[in-house]
């Protein structure tokens, strides 16, 4: 009997456990305006449901190539075009082949050949006695050129045509200097030589004898081809 009622006051203190919480009426969903689900969600249509909002991200290693190069004067053009005829396997890539940058000035203006044939560094560059926005042609400064002046208003005749000629020539070496000096400080192309064809017999003689094949037979065959190009150019 104790027994007994020893184990009902066991059961008694045993604690009782929480009777469920009645959560009440159900809440009625939330009504949003369209202006608000245009911000928050992004519209599907009904063939694009499957597909990931997100498209995988697409990197461009390289440029896209230019469909034509741009060429700086009329002579670049025509030496481009009679390089392509003349020289086997030539084709112009920017950089690469055609307006090879060598270097650049204090004001971030780039210096570039314009020409690369065989490994060998072509500038076509008729010599310049003229004086332009940018300076005084090929002369080193402002007094050589009020020299050449000077002089070329003083002699006459056949000491005007020599004085010419020595002056044409000293220009040329100017300007090979100029551009050999650039050419010597570029850890590539200091040991690749250096052409600079100043008239379209010196292009003929100098780069499309040497590289060339299938060429015209004599320099003014050559000479009257490059003037044929000129005139079909249009006019700038």
């Keep these: 009997m104790k027994e007994e009622q020893t184990a009902a006051r066991a059961e008694d203190s045993s604690p009782e456990l929480p009777s469920p919480v009645d959560p009440g009426p159900l809440e009625a969903p939330r009504h949003f305006s ?25 990197f461009e290693m390289t440029p896209p190539p230019r469909a034509q190069p741009g060429f700086c004067s009329r002579s670049e053009a025509i030496c ?4 392509r005829r003349f020289v086997p396997g030539f084709e112009l890539k920017l950089g690469l082949t055609f307006q090879v940058a060598i270097g650049a000035d204090g004001r971030g203006n780039t210096y570039s ?12 560059h008729p010599v310049r006695f003229y004086r332009n926005k940018k300076g005084y042609g090929d002369f080193r400064d402002r007094e050589e050129y009020r020299g050449y002046t000077r002089a070329m208003h003083a002699l006459k ?3 005007r045509r020599f004085f ?28 690749m030589e250096l052409i ?17 094949r299938s060429y015209p037979a004599s320099s003014e065959s050559f000479v009257k081809l490059f003037d044929e190009l000129n005139r079909a150019l249009p006019v700038e």
């Design 196 to 212: 600079v064809a100043t008239s379209p017999e010196e292009l003929y003689s100098l780069v499309i004898r040497r590289f060339g």
């Design 157 to 159: 005749g056949e000491s």
């Design 113 to 124: 050949v314009d020409f690369l044939v065989d490994g060998v560094l072509l500038e076509y």
């Design 34 to 58: 369209r202006r608000h689900l245009r911000k928050k969600f992004k519209r599907l249509h009904s063939e694009n449901r499957d597909r990931p909002l997100d498209s995988p991200a697409h």
């Design 80 to 83: 481009a075009e009679l390089l």
């Design 164 to 191: 010419q000629e020595s002056m044409e020539t000293r220009l040329k070496a100017n300007y090979f200097s100029k551009r050999r000096a650039l050419l010597d400080q570029h850890p590539l192309f200091r040991r």
